[in-house]
């Protein structure tokens, strides 16, 4: 059974900081490439980081700001979210993506406000 459970988000002020992360489960972590999606209220959801071969990508809005990473060791991904700023108030979720094998998370709140 595959399970991708991420954890670390929650409640920070502006120009604050959280690192999420993501364990993954049942698959072979590290053929599969990794990527953090968000979803805010009314909203689709929009990919925000991915990472594979060592490679990564960023949608512009948080390039400078967020960083993912990950450790195969571990079967984990992270995302380092730093200067957070209200419009990154969101549900966050894993994705793993390997050839038509496609899993996705159950999501962590990030809620960014005074």
């Known amino acids: 059974q595959v399970q991708l459970v991420e954890s670390g988000g929650g409640l920070v002020q502006p120009g604050g900081s959280l690192r999420l992360s993501c364990a993954a489960s049942?698959?072979?972590?590290?053929?599969?490439?990794m990527a953090w999606y968000r979803q805010a209220p009314g909203k689709q959801r929009e990919l925000v980081a991915g990472i594979s071969s060592g490679r990564t990508n960023y949608v512009d809005y948080v390039k400078g700001r967020f960083t993912i990473s990950r450790d195969n060791a571990k079967n984990t991904v992270y995302l380092q979210l730093n200067n957070l700023q209200p419009g990154d108030t969101a549900v966050y979720y894993c994705?793993?993506?390997?050839?038509?094998?496609?899993?996705w998370g159950q999501g962590t709140q990030v809620t960014v406000s005074s």
């Open positions: 049942g698959i072979i972590f590290k053929f599969y490439d």
């Open positions: 994705n793993a993506n390997w050839q038509s094998a496609h899993y």
